[in-house]
């Protein structure tokens, strides 16, 4: 008997998840005469100074919802789609990831969600986090990046991954050759392609030209989740072939992510409450693949927030 009710309570309770995540209600606001959808939750119980979440999704748009359910009950987010991404409405006056982080600003100062925000970037999501924090230091409380993309290559370190593996093809080009795909590729929604023209033009001539003179981060609690020792996607053995780019996925992508751990180290080497934490054979979608993973890594993340703000 014990047994069938704890398995019922257990059934209850995931019904209980489920039904909170499918009932976060899309809102839109407009900004700048441009519409922007969002989503909120748990703004209205929050208290004053508590962090609020701010997701940061990486190109072409994505969510966050599998991880709702997870996150503890008295944490407050809001998750909201780039220009052009989702259901928001394209902005062509957007041109520049400064002018994206501008909105996002505007976005938060508009709905009256004030800081401190934890926020949380996956991939594009992680470099859009840093530039936030760059230019609004004190709104931020902490940093959650899923899998970010390395906005911290350089050139040299590139030909040396090229040189190492005998590959012909580095990290800084496939980066502009999906770009150019993806803006010219009609069968992509217009949102989506005019983020990939304004991201092609962030990286050319420079990589990521508007990240190169950022101030050191503040000390603030950060977590970096890398997945590691990943398989091989079949879209990128297609593309290498296709493309002739001359690349051995295997070690290439070992060292480009052994740079990307000693980079995002080297970001966050004055933070206390930090860490890095590496997933083997995990996909880019971290968040998708293991939900309750990333809710707990941001949930420790948000708790240390708290601690940190009452030193």
Known sequence: ?????????????????????QNVEKKFVTIDKVKIAFKTFRLETRKENEPVLVFESGMGGGSFESIFDYLPKNVAGIEYGRNGLGESESDTTIKTD???????HKLLSTLKIKPPYLMVGHSLGGPFI???TSIYPNEVCGLVYIDPTDFMLTKDEDEKVKKSTSSLTGYRDIWTINLKAMSNDTAMPLGIRNEAKRE??????TFFKEYSSMPSLKNMPVTVLISYNKPVEFNESEMNKKLK???NLIPWWKELDNLRIAHYSD???NNHDSKIILL???????HYQDPKLVADAVADTYNKCLTTDKK
């Open 267 to 269: 970001m966050i080497k």
């Open 280 to 286: 083997p054979g995990y996909s880019h979608g971290i």
């Open 130 to 132: 840093r530039l936030y």
């Open 98 to 104: 400064v002018q994206v982080i501008e909105r996002l």
């Open 245 to 247: 780019l001359g690349i």
């Open 1 to 21: 008997m014990k047994s069938k009710i704890k398995t019922l309570l257990i059934i209850t309770l995931l019904s209980t998840q489920l039904l909170f995540a």
């Open 200 to 205: 092609l033009v962030a990286s050319t001539p």
